[in-house]
């Protein structure tokens, strides 16, 4: 389908929730960035070999801010290293608190998995690090085999992992999180020579500040800006990297869906503007829809491109140069450390959390398992041995000179190499007979289910077969322009496929649509005399003819008893049905029309036929897998 096409098939009536859900913009973010990145160490690797002395010296260049007597002077790469990095660090914060508010740790249970899989990789791979750098002074820069790059290892997913992954790359995601908190707290404790007592008391009594602000929602962006440079000056002249305050404020930083009473109002005050186009009420309308997004959402829109883009790019170019040739490959494979790296990436990664994630499966049994299967699992961990970002940082603080050079040619190496590996594990799979593909392939069902209400085909509209293993749920409103667009494509969905059951649940936007609670009314009306789903495919045929003397000529059309159903309207006796449906979906966090939940699990995005089906198929693929594993268990 045309990108055109797709577009008409993502929208959202006004002040709904229109962008992608942050997670899936994360991902594509950093996906994106990846080649950037690529480029960016190609460049350095260009550079340094072409004129070493040219890329020393552009990156030794001292660079000072001085007020008064009180300075900061360092070099430039350092600025990247510990200034420009901070910000990097506040994304991964930002996500991190993101994924505990509403992605996947938001089940509390569901935490213990990503984050002993994570521990479980770093682990592995500092083991067969030491292991290898046993008796040598080089064992002390065991931090250098321990984190994954996101952008690299999600952009290896993309280029060799399935078509369907974009659950396994939120478990890749995940994972990749806990390993970078892990590693910026191993900077903090073991990569920091000496302390200085009083700036370091400084910096903790500044984000005391920063917490309280945040407690008691202060929204002024100058206010957290002024208290975090603040901080990391305390901690630069502590001698902590003073990057941990970057994720310390990423993790303070709440998220949270739109709620509709804030786009209602957000709505209220944008035609109060369109009424009366006045700059105070345009400071307003502007506050207004600022202030129905999360901190969160808007500061990852705000921050997340420059850090993926421009700043991490900017980190490769200064610390990814290495001159490479034959003497200088000859001592990197030579030597413990580019072999400990090498090994305990390429496997110690994928051993230690498919290790991990297995023998946590076994103990809980089957109660805490990954969400996807088990080559998902397998392949993502291969991934995970991409180790380039903060792998760099830490061979810069633990490393120096040949050493150093040394632990780029590793990191290098073992990033070529774990992609190779988990393209290798994807294509043996898709090579399986095609029940022993999906066993592997596809995880369990659902394991965060977004939809607060199940359905319940006892009070539900259902259409389809009610034992279909697979459930489209849709929030509506009959004048929702996007509703009407939506129907032709649900009912193209239910005619090619016997195995799905679509339920309607009104999400009348009254604040928008004057006639959308009526139109609902209406459709319950009808449900009266068993004649719902005819009354919901007129609505929507009709969405710009819903005053009440339509709705009784179609009751009339229908061989409705019109007198009664008028009556119903007029006395508002279906109004407790329509607002039973409003109240699940304030439970389940919608705030506009339509929205779709695919299994309980809500689905962001177009709902173009071609997305909606492969959204479909992969739901009824996961119910298939899982029949299959408890057949063979029982």
């Not at 592995?124 to 085999?145: D, E, K, P």
């Not at 009339?556 to 008893?561: I, T």
Request: include cysteine; aromatic fraction near 8%; proline fraction near 4%.
């Amino acid at each position: 389908m045309a990108a055109a096409d797709t577009a008409r098939f993502s929208g959202r009536t006004a002040w709904a929730r229109s962008l992608e859900t942050p997670l899936s913009s994360f991902l594509r973010t950093e996906t994106g960035s990846a080649a950037i990145l690529l480029s960016a160490a190609a460049a350095a690797l260009v550079w340094a070999n072409a004129d070493a002395s040219s890329y020393r010296g552009v990156w030794d260049t001292t660079l000072s801010i001085q007020i008064g007597d009180a300075g900061i002077s360092q070099s430039l790469g350092h600025w990247i290293n510990s200034g420009l990095m901070t910000f990097f660090f506040f994304v991964v914060g930002l996500e991190a608190r993101r994924e505990f508010d509403l992605g996947e740790l938001r089940d509390r249970e569901l935490v213990a998995l990503p984050v002993l899989a994570g521990i479980g990789g770093m682990v592995v791979t500092v083991a067969v690090f030491l292991a290898i750098n046993a008796g040598h002074s080089s064992a002390a820069g065991w931090g250098v085999a321990m984190s994954t790059d996101t952008a690299f290892a999600l952009g290896a997913l993309a280029l060799v992992g399935p078509r369907f992954s974009d659950r396994l790359r939120a478990f890749m995601l995940t994972v990749a999180v806990i390993d970078d908190l892990l590693a910026l707290v191993v900077i903090a404790v073991v990569y920091t020579d000496a302390i200085d007592l009083v700036p370091l008391l400084v910096a903790v009594g500044v984000f005391a500040l920063i917490v309280g602000a945040s407690r008691m929602r202060i929204r002024g962006g100058v206010v957290y800006l002024i208290l975090g440079v603040a901080a990391w000056v305390g901690l630069f002249e502590s001698g902590v990297d003073p990057i941990i305050i970057g994720l310390a404020m990423g993790l303070l930083t709440w998220a949270a869906p739109a709620e509709r009473g804030d786009l209602e109002e957000a709505s209220d005050l944008f035609r109060r503007f369109r009424e009366q186009p006045t700059p105070e009420l345009a400071r307003s309308a502007r506050l207004g829809l600022q202030s129905a997004v999360s901190p969160n959402e808007r500061l990852q829109y705000l921050y997340h491109p420059w850090t993926s883009y421009v700043i991490v790019p900017l980190f490769a170019l200064a610390n990814a140069g290495v001159v490479i040739n034959g003497d200088s490959l000859s001592r990197a494979f030579g030597s413990s450390i580019t072999l400990g790296i090498v090994v305990g990436y390429i496997v110690g990664k994928p051993l230690g959390i498919a290790g991990t994630s297995w023998v946590l499966t076994r103990l809980t049994r089957g109660r805490v398992r990954p969400p996807v299967g088990w080559t998902g699992v397998v392949g993502a961990g291969a991934a995970a041995g991409i180790g380039f970002t903060i792998s760099l940082l830490i061979a810069s603080l633990a490393f120096g000179g040949q050493d150093l050079e040394e632990a780029k040619i590793g990191i290098v190496v073992a990033g070529l190499g774990a992609t190779l590996a988990s393209a290798a594990v994807y294509r043996i799979t898709l090579m399986l007979p095609e029940q022993l593909r999906l066993r592997a392939i596809f995880g369990p069902p659902e394991t965060v289910v977004d939809l607060a209400v199940p359905v319940d085909p006892e009070t539900d509209h259902i259409r389809g077969p009610e034992e279909a293993p697979v459930t489209l749920l849709e929030y509506g409103d009959f004048e929702c322009p996007y509703c009407g667009r939506a129907e032709p494509v649900i009912r193209e969905l239910l005619a090619d496929s016997g195995d799905i059951r679509y339920v309607w649940r009104h999400l009348p936007l009254n604040d928008v649509h004057t006639h959308a609670q009526l139109g609902a009314e209406a459709s319950e009306a009808a449900h009266l005399q068993g004649r719902f789903w005819e009354m919901h495919d007129l609505l929507l045929d009709h969405q710009e003819e819903l005053r009440p003397a339509d709705l009784v000529r179609y009751a009339e059309e229908l061989g409705l008893d019109a007198d009664r159903f008028a009556d119903d309207l007029r006395n508002h006796r279906v109004a407790s049905r329509v607002a039973r449906d409003v109240d699940s979906a304030d439970l389940s966090g919608v705030s506009g029309t339509p929205t779709f939940f695919v299994n309980g699990r809500r689905h962001y995005g177009p709902y173009d036929i071609d997305t909606l089906s492969r959204v479909a198929r992969l739901a009824g693929a996961r119910v298939a897998a899982a029949a299959i594993r408890d057949e063979r268990a029982g």
